[in-house]
């Protein structure tokens, strides 16, 4: 079992940067993928970020490549996502999810439906 819980989120203005942290308790945090969704109002949840149990493989959506960074300290069993040049398409609810890893590549980690525990969210909101 794997608590997950978000924090970082806010109100920011275009252009600004901001740095979610996703805090997990539980057994075996290095043993896990995890990954960032997020969720606008009226729209489905979709795949933001995902990284490796280990660290060593990233994957990032293209509508946020280039802005966002995924990051893991598997010391400090916390998942992080850098977030820069923030637009105002960015504001949705961005949750963190964890799966355990081994073997699984953007196809898999990209997929809500194929993670196994959830955090409760941190909601974003970028003015313009």
């Known amino acids: 079992q794997v608590q997950l819980v978000e924090s970082g989120g806010g109100l920011v203005q275009a252009g600004d940067s901001l740095r979610l942290s996703c805090a997990a308790s539980?057994?075996?945090?290095?043993?896990?993928?995890m990954a960032w969704f997020r969720q606008a109002p009226g729209k489905e949840r979709e795949f933001v970020a995902a990284i490796t149990y280990s660290g060593r493989n990233t994957w990032y959506a293209e509508s946020i490549e280039g802005r966002f960074t995924i990051s893991r300290d598997n010391a400090e069993n916390t998942v992080f996502l850098q977030m820069t040049s923030l637009k105002p398409e960015d504001t949705a609810v961005y949750y963190c999810?964890?799966?355990w890893g081994g073997g699984n590549g953007w196809y898999h980690l990209s997929r809500a439906n194929n993670m196994e525990y959830w955090g409760k969210g941190t909601l974003v909101t970028v003015s313009s």
């Open positions: 539980g057994r075996s945090f290095s043993s896990y993928d």
């Open positions: 999810a964890a799966v």
